[in-house]
């Protein structure tokens, strides 16, 4: 096999360097593949095109795992369009309110329906942002408090869900780059090895709860409250009366069964699914994907005839929402063949291999899971976007990680960590952005605000992969949550100011 050199590299990083300078993660693929062809056809542009399109799209795309990704994705972008028209999830989440008297309870309130919501990354806001914003107005909470718990709600929660779009995104992308460094082992089971080693989405998530057992804000985050106190006081408090979210769902007075009974359906079909096959002949990815484009499916189904039955809508209609809901996750499958296909060229131009023979013994393999969640952090943050963070770096560091003999599974919890916390505090992620939306809050005032405490989860998520890289077990992550309390309360201590109580 032919040996081409630094030449190997050249794809990968063109893509990573693109990515961070376009931040169109399309173009920033496409063009690394492209250069890849190149070098495989010896920089014939004909020959490369015609490789690039017969030899990695189309073989890509038709490939019998791929094409499951791509159904399985299409149906969850439909179920989810579906039920966000039903006003289901709004009906779900409205039960929460009424528990609601304090600041605190309402702010331990939209945290848990955040986590509630946990089939949509992009819809959290949506959903949560109409029902509790009159509730932070009413209990004097500042908006940018509200931003940050929709914000560590939402992708945070998905990525944790091995059954939905996160999921089955993730596990195609460690399936084919497993496939390609001839790596035997199944992608739902790797993705499962990986849960408890996901160390930033759980700190994420944790820190809420946290904070608000100190019953303080430090940095901007308190500045904004006392901002919004001298605001009220001044009789303006500005944005209170506008209210973008509102949508069709909130004035029909959806139904709590129209959520309820769909999600019902879609976890007993998955769970009898999932049991059937581990008991009979063992689980396999094919059979994950099966169960779950099935249960979205019947759940699709499920809920089109609650929609009819109780508003109304009609079967066509409920189709053409179904529709545009796999319309929204085009851009997602596009991304998906692009992911494969850089895979396939890295393939082909021993990536892995190279870059393992030049490190050599520079780089203890102990410390892979750190380095690539710090360049999984500075990829996503520049681009806005984790889906193509995780699409590029997980091609490169399996067969890296592979030769190296690094901890693989925690090698790959380094690039899904690293890229959700760039994700999270990016100003140019879409769930910053909708979380922004959701709390009616200015967009780089919540930005700014958030950045203080995503930074403390953050940091002991770098302590957690130092640790892990020489100690690894899945005990790691408790061990986390208490020293990451402990931080927050001196911080609180030496820095904070009295919250509202």
């Known amino acids: 096999m032919e040996d081409y050199g630094i030449l190997s590299i050249v794809p990968a990083s063109l893509s990573i360097v693109l990515a961070i300078y376009t931040r169109n993660i399309i173009f920033s693929l496409a063009i690394g593949i492209f250069c890849g062809s190149m070098i495989l056809t010896e920089f014939n542009p004909f020959f490369a095109i015609t490789d690039l399109m017969e030899k990695r799209i189309f073989v890509q795309v038709s490939n019998e795992l791929n094409i499951q990704v791509i159904v399985v994705t299409l149906a969850i972008g439909g179920f989810i369009q579906l039920l966000d028209k039903s006003g289901g999830a709004q009906a779900f989440s409205s039960v929460i309110t009424k528990f609601i008297s304090t600041p605190v309870r309402a702010q331990l309130g939209a945290w848990f329906a955040g986590i509630s919501v946990f089939f949509t990354d992009t819809g959290n806001a949506l959903i949560i942002g109409p029902l509790f914003k009159p509730v932070f107005n009413e209990l004097k909470i500042c908006r940018e408090k509200f931003a940050f718990i929709l914000d560590s709600t939402a992708a945070p929660v998905s990525i944790l869900i091995p059954f939905v779009g996160w999921g089955v995104y993730i596990m195609s992308l460690i399936e084919n780059s497993y496939a390609d460094a001839g790596l035997p082992d199944d992608a739902f089971q790797v993705l499962l090895n990986i849960w408890p080693y996901q160390f930033y989405a759980f700190l994420a998530l944790a820190s809420i709860p946290m904070v608000l057992s100190t019953g303080r804000d430090f940095g901007p985050m308190a500045k904004a409250q006392e901002n919004y106190n001298l605001a009220l ?247 986390m949550l208490v020293v990451q309390f402990f931080v927050l309360h001196v911080i609180m201590r030496m820095y904070g100011r009295i919250a509202l109580k």
């Open 233 to 479: 006081k001044n009789g303006t408090p500005g944005g209170e009366e506008h209210t973008p979210m509102e949508s069709e769902a909130e004035t029909s007075k959806p139904r709590m069964s129209v959520v309820v009974l769909p999600l019902s359906v879609m976890l007993v079909t998955m769970g009898g699914y999932i049991i059937y096959y581990a008991a009979v002949e063992g689980m396999k990815s094919t059979h994950v994907r099966a169960a779950i484009a099935i249960s979205y499916l019947l759940a699709s189904l499920c809920c089109a005839y609650l929609m009819k039955k109780h508003q109304n809508i009609t079967y066509n209609q409920s189709m053409n929402q179904f529709v545009r809901g796999m319309e929204k996750l085009v851009l997602i499958c596009l991304i998906l063949a692009l992911a494969w296909s850089l895979s396939s060229i890295c393939k082909d131009l021993q990536t892995g291999d190279y870059l393992a023979s030049v490190i050599g013994d520079t780089i203890d393999p102990n410390f892979l899971p750190l380095i690539v969640f710090v360049l999984g952090a500075i990829m996503s943050f520049a681009t806005g976007t984790s889906y193509g963070t995780f699409a590029i770096l997980v091609a490169i560091v399996v067969p890296l990680g592979h030769a190296l003999d690094a901890p693989m599974v925690l090698t790959l919890a380094g690039v899904l960590s690293g890229g959700l916390f760039g994700d999270h505090t990016s100003p140019i992620s879409d769930t910053t952005v909708l979380a922004s939306m959701g709390a009616d809050c200015p967009h780089i005032d919540h930005v700014s605000t958030q950045l203080s405490y995503a930074l403390v989860s953050g940091s002991m998520a770098i302590l957690a992969f130092t640790v892990a890289g020489f100690y690894q077990s899945p005990m790691i992550i408790l061990a």
